[in-house]
């Protein structure tokens, strides 16, 4: 008898261009995901219309900075919300009610004990979806997601552009203290004039918190990937004999990231696929 759960997962196919490109979205109906993935969306909205108006373009009208750098700032901007929209949406790697389960491989595979499904080892049965997911790291409720074998490198992504825009907005902020001459084109009679101090304080505490909170993640997950262990395999206390290997760090991210070409690992718009292992490295069921 499978196990229903009250907070319950969309799946739908997606077709975009160019053609051959299927996005898998997932969805996950949990009202606390909802409030924690909408202040994230905040945060960034904040940095994202209030230090362009505030400092960026302000500057750029009178020549302070070069047009380079509002480009770099809306690029990084794009990136960070295109890899948080992926990782939210994206299919984790939820396993199928009837798996086609090869010969070959019927010993990789077990079953769970809470939704009596079979499912390959590594995977793990995550309560607020409430289905299982391939080589599950985590669940995060700040992308109301399931962080899985088919999203990680999503997840990756966001961790990292979520550092570029935070510094980014951390050094705009420090120099429109202390280093940007005064603007002369100013309306104090606008709202973002006269709360200038107020919401430039804002957003350098939450960049603080958000490059500092990313970074130890991003860390976090590094030394994961490269040691070949997931969260929940590390605070189970699984023998490292168990799953970890010797292998470099290209081929540890390359494995996550679905590719060998190491700018595509940057990349949120794009579709993942499995690698084929070469002799040289063995892989995970």
Known sequence: MVNT??????????????????????????????????????????????IPKLVLLPHYNEGHIPWAIVVCYYIASALCLAALLRA??????????????????????????????????????CSRCGHCVRRMD??????????????????LQLCIYTQVLSFFTLVLDFCQYYYFQPLTGLDQEK?????????????????????????SLFYTQMTGILSDMTTIEKMSQFSSEVYSM???????????????????????????KPLQASHHFRTHV
Request: hydrophobic share 40%; proline share 6%; with cysteine.
């Open 191 to 215: 709202f973002t004039t006269r709360h200038e101090l107020a919401l430039l304080r804002v957003s350098t505490l939450t960049g603080l918190v958000m490059f500092g909170g990313m970074s």
């Open 5 to 50: 759960s009250t907070l319950k997962t969309t799946n739908a196919m997606c077709q975009f261009v160019p053609a051959a490109m299927k996005l898998r979205l997932h969805f996950v109906v949990d009202p606390m995901g909802w409030l924690c993935i909408s202040m994230v969306f905040g945060v960034w909205l904040y940095n994202s219309v209030f």
């Open 138 to 155: 985590h669940h995060c409720p700040w992308i109301n997601n399931c962080v899985g074998e088919d999203n990680h490198w999503l997840f």
């Open 246 to 272: 010797k292998r470099s760090w290209q081929w540890a991210l390359a494995e996550v990231c679905g590719t060998r070409w190491k700018l595509l690992w940057l990349l949120p718009l794009r579709s993942r």
């Open 88 to 125: 939210s949406t994206a299919d984790p790697g939820r396993l199928p009610v009837d798996p086609h389960i090869p010969h070959s491989e019927r010993e990789q595979w077990e079953m769970c004990n809470k939704c009596n499904l079979m499912r390959p080892k590594r995977s793990h049965h």
